[in-house]
């Protein structure tokens, strides 16, 4: 089977977490994948190996997604590899662990760079995308997360954003259909380098110990849930499905 025969997933931010185990994920399933990522480049090559072992043609693309003439090269770079594109994960993210109360720490740099990153990036893949998506019907799927439902997260830039990005999900829903649906994934709290190294001193345990189901995500969990979008239901479209354990039931 050629390249051109195999649907094509496009993975922002996957050189490791919830974004290798999509990239992983869809390689399973016959898909091939594009690994993308910004500073990591170690761990994204990694994720192009085990993505290979798996029978995937792979294409590494190192890209800001904060830069839009930088998304609109990589969208460039997918269309003359394999000629399509059916699944673009939106999962590239930043943040600053800073206390909600301390507002002067929330600096106008800080502030942007959050936004341009988790919202305009997400913005600027969609966009660029868009068009190699409809020509066979597509599916985007945006990892947000429950700190854009409750506004209780890492910084109030990073709920600000995820909130941002939970109504932009509905709106391109609208805007794109009907020849792609647009959804988004909210993790509650996960397992990875994320919290562990971006602050380190929080204990991910005490976090979900009062949660129905007191244990955080891994980033397996919150890849099933992103297949399910691009794969496991034809009829869902700008819907917010969280992953969390429980969390947001009140």
């Known amino acids: 089977m050629s390249s051109k025969e195999r649907p094509?997933?496009?993975v922002t931010g996957s050189a490791t977490g919830v974004g290798r185990a999509?990239?992983?994920?869809?390689?399973?399933?016959?898909?091939?994948?594009?690994?993308?990522?910004?500073?990591?480049?170690?761990?994204?090559?990694q994720t192009v190996l085990k993505a290979k072992s798996l029978g995937a043609e792979v294409l590494l693309v190192q890209c800001d997604v904060a830069n839009d003439s930088l998304v609109q090269e990589m969208i460039e770079s997918i269309k003359s590899q394999f000629g399509r594109l059916d699944v673009v994960v939106n999962n590239a993210a930043t943040t600053n662990?800073?206390?909600?109360?301390?507002?002067?720490?929330?600096?106008?740099?800080?502030?942007d760079r959050i936004l341009a990153v988790n919202l305009k990036g997400a913005f600027f893949v969609t966009r660029a995308a868009?068009?190699?998506?409809k020509s066979g019907g597509g599916s985007v799927v945006n990892i947000s997360s429950v700190a854009g439902?409750?506004?209780?997260?890492?910084s109030v830039a990073y709920c600000a954003s995820k909130g941002a990005?939970?109504?932009?999900?509905?709106?391109?829903?609208?805007?794109?259909?009907?020849?792609?649906r647009v959804n988004a994934v909210c993790p509650g709290p996960i397992d990875s380098r994320w919290i562990r190294e971006g602050n380190p001193g929080a204990s991910i345990e005490s976090m979900v110990a009062d949660y129905p189901l007191p244990k955080a995500s891994t980033p397996d969990?919150?890849?099933?849930?992103?297949?399910?979008?691009?794969v496991g239901t034809?009829?869902?479209?700008?819907?917010?499905l969280s992953i969390d354990g429980g969390q947001t039931l009140g």
């Not at 999509?22 to 090559?45: H, I, M, P």
């Not at 939970?166 to 609208?174: E, H, Q």
Request: charged content about 15%; some cysteine; overall charge negative.
């Open 130 to 133: 868009a068009a190699l998506l």
């Open 234 to 240: 034809s009829m869902a479209t700008g819907q917010l």
């Open 97 to 111: 662990f800073i206390d909600h109360a301390d507002l002067e720490a929330m600096t106008e740099e800080i502030w």
């Open 221 to 230: 969990d919150i890849a099933d849930a992103v297949v399910f979008f691009s």
């Open 8 to 10: 094509v997933a496009l």
């Open 165 to 180: 990005l939970n109504t932009m999900t509905k709106s391109l829903a609208r805007a794109l259909a009907p020849g792609i």
């Open 22 to 45: 999509c990239v992983l994920q869809f390689a399973a399933r016959g898909y091939d994948v594009v690994v993308n990522y910004s500073r990591s480049a170690q761990e994204a090559t």
């Open 149 to 154: 439902i409750t506004g209780s997260g890492s």
